[in-house]
């Protein structure tokens, strides 16, 4: 198993400019999250979907959509890239229920750059 | 509002030596918490969760509600301890506050020299 994958690995994008970051998961989990990392600040919650077919805003979402596209895959778009916005994405996973609820997997980041 | 301190930015200490990463906590409700460490090059994992009182590679971690805090202990760090550590507490998110998640602390970087 995979676990959680995300492509791309690293980006570089002008002011203005718009991308789509991928996740996948092969464990069959129902819920999964998206998160950026910047220095001193830890992991910060952009959006989370708790099962297929919803979807709903983490701690900062502004700047960004999701789309759970199936149970596997959560995408997350930054439609006009701001330098604030220069962070390493992390997507995750979890069951979502039962004793496991908070164990999340996680995938191994994208180093996003905005110039 | 619930919120995850830990104090430490960086933390070193020799091999052998005992060390504590501090984890303060705000939680209005009976918290979860966990540790999920991210040593160089990999993954962020799942290190322990206080529910489980277990101990992972000789790392235990006590939850004391009348102190707000989770730190983590280990009596004798390794080398290979070396890694950046995040408390983590599990809180209630969205507008109806149904759905649970994370919130992370800023992290410790933990440097255990030989």
């Known amino acids: 198993n995979a676990g959680v994958t995300q492509t791309p690995k690293f980006q570089v994008l002008k002011t203005g400019q718009s991308m789509t970051l991928q996740c996948a998961q092969d464990m069959n989990h129902n819920s999964m999250y998206w998160y950026r990392q910047d220095p001193g600040m830890g992991l910060r919650l952009i959006y989370y979907?708790?099962?297929?077919?919803?979807?709903d805003k983490g701690e900062v979402p502004n700047g960004y959509n999701v789309s759970r596209l199936n149970k596997r895959e959560f995408s997350l778009r930054l439609e006009s890239a701001a330098p604030s916005q220069t962070s390493v994405y992390f997507c995750a996973s979890s069951e979502g229920r039962g004793p496991a609820y908070n164990e999340q997997f996680f995938g191994p980041g994208t180093r996003l750059t905005v110039l | 509002a619930q919120r995850v301190t830990q104090p430490e930015k960086l933390l070193s200490v020799f091999k052998g030596a005992p060390v504590e990463l501090k984890c303060n906590y705000s939680?209005?409700?009976?918290?979860?918490l966990f540790w999920y460490v991210q040593y160089s090059r990999q993954r962020l994992q799942l290190l322990l969760r206080h529910i489980s009182r277990e101990s992972i590679k000789g790392f235990t971690a006590d939850l004391n509600k009348g102190e707000t805090s989770f730190h983590l202990k280990k009596p004798f760090a390794q080398e290979e301890d070396s890694a950046m550590y995040y408390c983590?507490?599990?809180?209630?998110?969205?507008?109806?506050?149904?759905?649970?998640?994370?919130?992370f602390g800023s992290g410790t970087q933990l440097t255990v020299l030989p």
């Open positions: 983590a507490l599990s809180g209630r998110w969205g507008s109806s506050g149904s759905a649970r998640q994370l919130t």
């Open positions: 939680y209005s409700g009976s918290p979860e």
């Open positions: 979907s708790a099962s297929e077919g919803t979807t």
